[in-house]
């Protein structure tokens, strides 16, 4: 059967955000018809979210429904007007830092959300569940390659705890109802949209302003930066593989680790412009070092980024230029 001749449609959950738009437009390019979910959460100015929107209003096949993942009654609704048949869940409240003031919130909204939405979905006969999980579920650890394989973590952060929780629950659910679900865990995901709390926007805007740029620890902490085209083909691989495949867990990341000093040196670079540092204590919560093993998922279902830093930095950069003019 070919895509387009489906009935069902796949539910993007954070479609308005950051890698969900981007994820929405790539599903829609395969033929699925993709209904997207999002409630413009505060987190970060929702006018970005609606911007986001408004660039997919264009796609064909594309619909948006604005609301809560952990409103049962419209995802129960959600899933039998629209003949959800498979998810792509993206939504979350992301950040580190901020999960440590609000905890509580970030359980509710990250796994109670998530349970609603497996839960609803097993019951509508949903067999394809794919969903975001986070380098952070790795913990603190200094050594690398990250394996799927390795022992679970402490997690330092209630952010990396709540993705921790959510892996676990997308496997109770396989193992309990047979459904075919995928964690994805995301390695530092930047390129146009990227959300401005995160390093490539906020230290671009800090430079591109003259302003000092708040600057944690030393500098040594080292990050896997994975350009967002690659992340999103690694999402369409997974959902195409999934089925049949029941629980699975792949690193999205790009296997190469930048230290936050020569990150601030490539930005330098690219907007010809130094960089002021405000240096301020290593944050609780930050990890030193993220960097994904890539043999799984390119193993099993053909992820393989393709995008350097320097190159998806520069279309960082004509993006960002273009909201400026
Ligand atoms: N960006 C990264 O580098 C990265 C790394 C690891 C994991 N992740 C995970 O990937 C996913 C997408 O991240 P992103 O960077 O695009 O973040 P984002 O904040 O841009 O997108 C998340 C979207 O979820 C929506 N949302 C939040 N709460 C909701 C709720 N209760 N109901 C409906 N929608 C809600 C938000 O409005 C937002 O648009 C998240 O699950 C995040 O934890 C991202």
Same mark, same amino acid.
């Given at each position: 059967m070919t895509q387009s001749s489906r009935a069902g449609a796949v539910l993007v959950t954070g479609a308005a955000g950051f890698i969900g738009s981007h994820a929405a437009a790539a !599903?829609?390019?395969?033929?699925?018809?993709?209904?997207?979910?999002?409630?413009?959460?505060?987190?970060?100015?929702?006018?970005?979210?609606?911007?986001? !929107?408004?660039?997919l209003a264009a796609v064909s096949g594309f619909k948006h429904v604005e609301?809560?993942?952990?409103?049962?009654? !419209?995802?129960?609704?959600?899933?039998?007007?629209?003949?959800?048949?498979?998810?792509?869940?993206?939504?979350?409240?992301?950040?580190?830092r901020p999960s440590i003031e609000d905890p509580a919130l970030y359980a509710d909204v990250n796994v109670t959300g998530t349970a609603v939405l497996l839960d609803v979905a097993q019951r509508s006969g949903v067999r394809a569940f794919v969903m975001a999980s986070s380098s952070s579920v790795y913990g603190a650890r200094t050594d690398a390659p990250f394996r799927e394989s390795d022992p679970p973590a402490?997690?330092?952060?209630?952010?990396?705890?709540?993705?921790?929780?959510?892996?676990?629950?997308?496997?109770?659910?396989?193992a309990l109802h047979g459904m075919d679900v995928t964690?994805?865990?995301?390695?530092?995901?930047?390129?146009?949209?990227?959300?401005?709390d995160m390093a490539i926007h906020k230290f671009s805007a800090q430079m591109l302003a003259g302003k000092p740029i708040p600057f944690y620890g030393d500098g040594s902490m080292?990050?896997?930066?994975?350009?967002?085209?690659?992340?999103?083909a690694g999402v369409v691989r997974a959902l195409d593989h999934a089925h049949g495949r029941g629980y699975r867990v792949y690193n999205l990341g790009n296997s190469v680790t930048v230290s936050l000093n020569d990150l601030v040196a490539a930005l330098e670079r690219v907007w010809?412009?130094?960089?002021?540092?405000?240096?301020l204590p290593a944050s609780p919560g930050d990890?030193?070092?993220?960097?994904?093993?890539?043999?799984?998922?390119?193993?099993?279902?053909?992820?393989?980024p393709t995008t350097s830093l320097d190159v998806g930095v520069r279309l960082f950069a004509a993006w960002y230029q273009g909201l400026r003019t």
């Open positions: !599903l829609a390019s395969t033929g699925r018809r993709v209904v997207g979910l999002d409630n413009l959460d505060p987190y970060y100015d929702p006018a970005i979210k609606r911007r986001n !929107l408004s660039d609301g809560d993942i952990r409103d049962r009654d !419209l995802v129960r609704r959600l899933f039998r007007d629209e003949r959800i048949d498979e998810v792509v869940h993206l939504a979350a409240k992301a950040g580190v402490v997690a330092i952060s209630p952010y990396a705890c709540s993705k921790q929780a959510c892996e676990l629950l997308g496997k109770t659910f396989a964690a994805l865990r995301f390695f530092n995901a930047y390129g146009p949209r990227q959300r401005p080292r990050r896997d930066h994975t350009y967002v085209a690659d992340v999103v010809g412009v130094r960089a002021v540092l405000e240096h990890v030193p070092l993220t960097c994904a093993d890539g043999t799984l998922a390119a193993d099993e279902i053909g992820y393989r």
